[in-house]
């Protein structure tokens, strides 16, 4: 597997920094958010210790109880990059896309249980931010061709 292209450039940065300020506002959320961007082999780490699946996963939140604080997101930079070359859009892109649900999560939402709030919040501000399809919508997608092949849902 070829290395993800580091996002690590100052003007990605700052692009990056200034897409989650935005974010940020748009879902009303107070206080400081870290956002680490890390390996696959991190996130699988991460996933195992706060939610008991021994998986990489391309981002996981984790809402704050301190003042100040909304919390911390973790993005794996090499499964953004494997979604960004098959969506066909470049890494920065996926990123923002990763960071917008992961804001989404601090907020309050939970698209496992909230029936399909999040899924519209999160399509209303990829509108407003020009973002191509999230997360979400991926995931229902690849649902309904796994249900038409016959298929379980993993």
Known sequence: MTRP???SNSTTSLALSRFATRAQRALSLRGD???CITSSSEMRSLNRRFRGKNKATDVLSFPSQTRGVAGDIAISLEIAARN???LKHDLATEVKILILHGML???GFDHEIDDG???AREASLRDKFK???????RAHSRSA??????????
Request: charge should be positive.
């Open 84 to 86: 960004a070359a098959e």
């Open 145 to 154: 061709k796994t249900t038409k092949r016959g298929g379980r849902r993993a």
């Open 105 to 107: 999560h601090l907020a």
């Open 33 to 35: 958010i870290n956002i």
């Open 131 to 137: 973002l191509p399809i999230g997360l979400i919508e």
């Open 5 to 7: 292209k580091a996002i």
């Open 117 to 119: 709030e999040m899924q």
